[in-house]
């Protein structure tokens, strides 16, 4: 399970923010549904539940979720400093067993580089006030992208439109000059066939100009 915002909206669960002795419960669920390893270890004394091992990898499995959304790579010392992970081993071990092996990333280590290759990551719960950044925003990129995809198409249309339009005109107007040099060459033929027919006196006469 990677995702807990559907509880927090439960009316049993609502209520557990309004009980003193039940809030850092509460705290606590909405620190797995939007929180990471960091946030529990910023947390002021009392704020929150000790974690069992087991919350621990979950919580450490759900900050890697958040780290690699969106990410192409993340650095070895980066995700160590994030996780509190004190080797290299124990990090490989992390990512193997908690994110590629559960399926919430896809990706491969590159063990010469230091670095987790990223391909894709499971979405985490979002926060209403995170719903303009990480998906409208994004929406609204796209849609001005298209727009002016959309844009460039149409107007590499019009370039075609025109393009075909003058390659018809030229083609009308060879066609026409094709058909006037046709009939002037038929012409020419006709009288020179006219003037083989004719003595050949009144040839040269024709020819001559008399």
């Known amino acids: 399970m ?3 915002g559907e509880l927090l909206g439960l009316p049993n669960v609502l209520a557990l ?3 003193p002795d039940l809030a850092p419960t509460y705290r606590l669920l909405q620190l797995f549904a939007y929180g990471t390893w960091g946030d529990y ?3 002021a004394p009392g704020q929150l539940p000790e974690l069992s091992p087991a919350l621990q990898r979950k919580l450490k499995q759900l900050t890697l979720m958040s780290l690699a959304r969106g990410q192409q790579a993340l650095e070895y010392s980066d995700l160590m400093q994030a996780l509190e992970v004190s080797g ?8 193997i067993s908690q994110g590629i092996y559960a399926g919430v990333i896809r990706g491969t280590l590159d063990q010469r580089r230091g670095r987790l290759e990223v391909e894709a990551a499971s979405a985490r719960d979002l926060r209403q006030e995170d719903l303009g950044e990480q998906v409208l925003a994004p929406l609204d990129r796209w849609l001005e992208a298209s ?3 959309i844009r460039t198409l149409e107007t590499q249309e ?4 025109r393009r075909s339009q003058e390659a018809r005109e030229l083609r009308k107007d060879v066609a026409a000059q094709t058909e ?8 020419n033929h ?3 066939l006219e003037m083989e027919d004719r003595p050949l006196g009144l040839q040269l006469k024709r020819k001559l100009g008399r």
């Open 180 to 187: 006037i040099l046709t009939k002037a060459a038929q012409a």
């Open 17 to 19: 923010a309004d009980d």
């Open 147 to 149: 727009g002016s995809l």
């Open 2 to 4: 990677v995702t807990f």
């Open 158 to 161: 019009e370039g075609l439109v």
């Open 41 to 43: 270890r910023r947390a």
């Open 88 to 95: 290299v081993l124990e990090l490989e071990d992390i990512l």
């Open 190 to 192: 006709r009288a020179d």
